[in-house]
């Protein structure tokens, strides 16, 4: 039994470095979605930076056009990043959730064991005092 717990306690402690690894791997992804969201905040706010100063300016005027053509496709671009970005961290949290779920079960399984190994224990030494107790009477009897 003991050699039992002992495996539960390593395969715990292994599922328990695992999970750590997917959080912090979910952190990563979270911390990539956050940035293409930045990264298209930044774009849309020098668009309209660009496209004040092509209002005041008739050379930067010429060249808006261009510009803001760029900036639409890069913003197309940065959305489809960051659906995808999003899909990874969807299915790196399932996958979390499952590790989750089976550190949990190690743990009950874990705990299950050796609440059954003191319980055998507790029993043992029990059935030791009863013994001595029945001993100790007969000696007791025998006496009287």
Do not use: P
């Not at 979910?26 to 298209?40: F, K, M, Q, S, T």
């Not at 671009?77 to 960051?82: K, P, R, Y």
């Not at 609440?115 to 224990?121: C, D, I, P, V």
């Amino acid at each position: 039994m003991r050699r039992t717990i002992k495996t539960l306690a390593s395969l715990k402690r292994l599922s328990r470095l695992e999970l750590n690894e997917k959080r912090r791997h979910v952190a990563a992804l979270r911390d990539n979605v956050e940035g293409i969201r930045d990264h298209a905040k930044i774009l849309e706010s020098s668009l309209l930076d660009e496209q004040e100063a092509a209002t005041q300016n008739r050379e930067a005027a010429l060249f808006y056009g261009n510009y803001a053509q760029s900036v639409v496709t890069k913003r197309n671009e940065l959305a489809q990043q960051a659906i995808k970005a999003e899909r990874r961290l969807e299915k790196e949290i399932d996958t979390m959730k499952d590790c989750f779920r089976e550190t949990k079960r190690n743990e009950i399984v874990e705990d299950r064991r050796r609440a059954a190994e003191q319980a055998e224990k507790d029993k043992q030494d029990q059935d030791q005092l009863d013994e001595l107790g029945i001993e100790s009477h007969r000696r007791n009897k025998d006496i009287f």
